[in-house]
């Protein structure tokens, strides 16, 4: 078991007077990493049922939430408890963020498709989260945000279809890299993209069980 899992413990759930269902408790901390404005605080905000903000506000160094969701599996009622960390991406905190990578169990990616700098800079995140995470490996999903700007749109789909083959290259096969679509704005795929996270997620947990 790798020591990333910073909590796995059996217990049993009620559900609504039935019997009790026996399944798992699973803790565990992602981030949400990428340039400066591409909406990575809207997509946690939305995805947690915050109000949305439709101005971009500066995060310092790093924001964190905590979120928890019950999941039937295989018969099984599943609680995973999600430390949502959110980096901030201006260039003057690049020197504090590697401490906030410590621990993570994966992450999404995310590139605003108005502006081409932000895709063009991945790499930069990729090599930042690898550098600061678990040898290992860390599941990753792509994420396209502002989807609801799509007339602005600076980005060319087959470039980014290339990125993200590589990208699984660049990991050795180890975890697939999905790429979702999004808008915070309209919620387009935002709980999908933590979803393909958790199942990325999932997948790896049990097979280091």
């Known amino acids: 078991m790798s020591k990333r899992i910073t909590k796995i413990v059996e217990v049993n759930i009620m559900s609504d007077g039935a019997p009790p269902v026996k399944g798992h408790v699973y803790v565990f901390k992602v981030l949400l990493i990428g340039e400066g404005g591409v909406g990575k605080t809207n997509l946690r905000r939305r995805y947690m049922g915050e109000h949305f903000v439709a101005e971009y506000l500066s995060t310092v160094g790093a924001d964190f939430a905590y ?8 018969g099984e ?15 003057k905190f ?7 990578y410590q621990g993570a169990f994966g992450a999404l990616l995310c590139f ?21 995470t678990h040898t290992e490996g860390t599941p990753i999903v792509l994420i396209a945000t502002k989807m609801d700007l799509e007339d602005q749109i600076q980005i060319d789909w087959d470039e980014v279809e290339k990125y993200r083959e590589n990208l699984v290259k660049r990991l050795g096969d180890r975890f697939e890299v999905s790429l979702v679509k999004t808008s ?12 393909v996270l958790r199942g990325s997620i999932s997948k790896w947990i049990k097979e280091e069980e």
């Open 77 to 91: 009622i599943v609680t995973y408890k999600w430390s949502i960390w959110d980096l901030a991406g201006q260039p």
């Open 112 to 132: 605003d498709i108005t502006r081409k700098e932000t895709f063009e800079n991945l790499d930069k995140w990729v090599d930042e989260l690898r550098k600061n």
């Open 184 to 195: 915070s704005l309209t919620g387009l795929n935002v709980k999908e993209a933590f979803k």
């Open 94 to 100: 690049s020197n504090v963020r590697p401490v906030f």
């Open 67 to 74: 979120f928890s969701e019950e999941i039937e599996e295989n």
